[in-house]
């Protein structure tokens, strides 16, 4: 052991030099090398961030999200002149079941008051049996509603038969679907001919959103709703919200409400059986008809 005042040898000392040194040169800061190497591969991962983050937008953008259901244009579908909506059904009452068919009564849900403030939703009606929740219309189901009783409109103007619907009710659907229209300002250029009588952008393929998963996510935010005397109205719109599914946590408000007993369930009715089967008979009538053109 080396006591106060003993001398130290050259050899004993020259590891305290070093570390000395070793010090001094760590005070200096690091290698001018590895100085370089550290900012390049800090400017390497930046644009790294910034190519990913541009792709995601792309992506993003390509897809097109809806804001709230979050549905992609993923369905790559063909304009089609010839669906079963329009010429591609034989007879009038092919086509009208084909509309008819179609499921608008879901596009009224419920929401619950939280997610609604968080995506800028505004307040709406109270929900019948969960205070937590409102009640909204998918603007998607109100423009089948309504493009269905415009078509209902015509086609019993064709055929000379009482209509079902009241001005007032055509004229508030007209202003819908034309405002829809004015909003969205589909930029998608059909192609034409100049030369032949053909259906403009007929066969041209667009990315859509799907319609039944929508509907998937309007039946999980479920309002219990369904149309019943669609085109006459209810006494009670109240009367609409009863037809909760199978083993609903609503179904017990609902039934409290109503007096209902404790197993009272009744089936959704279908949109076409909550009014009067005007088709019936349409095929036997001479209605006018004319050359569909572009």
């Excluded at 130290?8 to 690091?30: C, I, M, V, W, Y």
Aim: glycine share 6%.
């Amino acid at each position: 052991m080396k006591f106060k005042n003993e001398v130290f040898s050259p050899q004993e000392t020259e590891p305290l030099n070093n570390d000395a040194e070793s010090s001094s040169r760590h005070k200096h800061g690091p290698p001018k090398r590895l100085t370089f190497f550290t900012a390049l591969l800090f400017v390497s991962i930046s644009l790294n961030i910034v190519l990913v983050v541009n792709d995601v937008r792309k992506i993003g953008a390509r897809q097109d999200f809806s804001p709230y259901a979050h549905l992609p244009r993923d369905v790559p579908t063909k304009y089609n002149s010839q669906s079963a909506f329009g010429l591609g059904s034989t007879t009038e009452e092919q086509r009208a079941i084909a509309w008819e068919s179609m499921d608008s009564s879901a596009g009224e849900i419920s929401l619950d008051k939280e997610w609604a403030d968080a995506h800028d939703l505004p307040e709406s009606a109270p929900f019948f049996w969960d205070e937590g929740r409102q009640i909204y219309l998918l603007n998607a189901h109100h423009s089948l509603h309504c493009m269905r009783k415009v078509r209902r409109a015509l086609v019993l103007y064709n055929y000379n038969r009482p209509q079902l619907d009241s001005y007032t009710h055509l004229v508030h659907c007209t202003d819908h679907l034309m405002q829809n229209i004015l909003c969205e300002a589909d930029d998608t250029p059909f192609y034409t001919s100049t030369t032949s009588n053909i259906t403009t952008g007929l066969g041209q393929t667009r990315m859509c959103r799907s319609w039944d998963r929508l509907t998937e996510w309007a039946k999980e935010n479920t309002a219990c709703f369904a149309y019943i005397n669609e085109t006459q109205g209810v006494n009670d719109v109240i009367e609409r919200f009863r037809y909760c599914s199978p083993g609903s946590p609503l179904l017990g408000s609902m039934r409290k409400y109503f007096g209902y007993p404790p197993d009272w369930f009744r089936e959704r009715p279908r949109d076409m059986d909550s009014l009067p089967r005007y088709w019936e008979g349409l095929d036997d009538d001479q209605g006018e008809g004319g050359e569909v053109t572009r």
